[in-house]
């Protein structure tokens, strides 16, 4: 049968903002399948797909890979989740991402969260996150840095923004979190 596909789009919070750790506990609490672009590219570089070179040269330099790809995983996973409500997390990156999301799947997110944190605090998470992460060093992250800030225009293209102060503690920011998903679903 028919089933609506809720999507929450949590896009281009810059790097270290912390979205990844506040959908995970988003996850907890609502039950919804996180969804990281990220992370899908990961996958695909460890699965040995033909492009996995491309994507992980283009991570390391801290570019963003075509959209035709990012949307295929997210369409993939999507499908394969079973789950009907979705977090999308740090897609779209530009106005191409945004256009080829909504060409493919279709919808248009219901609300998009925006993690607000400094520079500096960014820079120091991703200093000191220890993950193995190609693109932790301080050269890719000037430059992750650089294509945040091109991508701000696909962040005022949606209206109905919700901006969270990501600088405090974890726990200060999913309760701030909370309240934005307490409040639109109840
Ligand atoms: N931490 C988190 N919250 C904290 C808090 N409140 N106080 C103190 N510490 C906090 O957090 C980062 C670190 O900070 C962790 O150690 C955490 O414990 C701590 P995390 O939640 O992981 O932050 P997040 O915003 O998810 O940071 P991430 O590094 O994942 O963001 P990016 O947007 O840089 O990375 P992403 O994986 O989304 O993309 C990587 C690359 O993939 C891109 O640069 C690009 O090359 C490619 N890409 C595309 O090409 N297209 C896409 O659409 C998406 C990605
Ligand atoms: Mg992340």
Not at 50 to 55: A, D, L
Not at 108 to 123: A, Q, R, W, Y
Not at 170 to 177: G, L, Q, W
């Amino acid at each position: 049968g028919w089933k609506r596909k809720e999507v929450i789009r949590i896009p281009v919070s810059g790097p270290g903002s912390g979205k990844g750790t506040q959908c995970a506990k988003i996850v907890q609490h609502f039950g919804y399948t996180h969804l990281s672009a990220g992370d899908l590219l990961r996958e695909e570089i460890k699965s040995g797909s033909e492009n996995g070179t491309m994507i992980q040269n283009m991570i390391k330099e801290g570019k963003l890979v075509p959209s035709e790809l990012t949307v295929k995983l997210l369409q993939r996973a999507m499908n394969e989740s079973g789950n009907d409500k979705f977090l999308i997390d740090g897609f779209p990156r530009n106005e191409e991402n945004r256009v080829a999301f909504e060409s493919v799947i279709g919808i248009v997110p219901e609300f998009v969260l925006f993690f607000d944190c400094s520079e500096e605090e960014m820079e120091r998470r991703l200093l000191s996150r220890n993950q193995g992460r190609e693109d932790d060093n301080i050269e890719t992250i000037k430059k992750r840095f650089k294509v945040f800030m091109e991508s701000l225009p696909v962040i005022e293209y949606y209206n109905s923004k919700e901006k969270i102060d990501a600088g405090k503690p974890v726990e200060e920011v999913f309760e701030a979190v909370k309240a934005v998903f307490t409040s639109s679903y109840d």
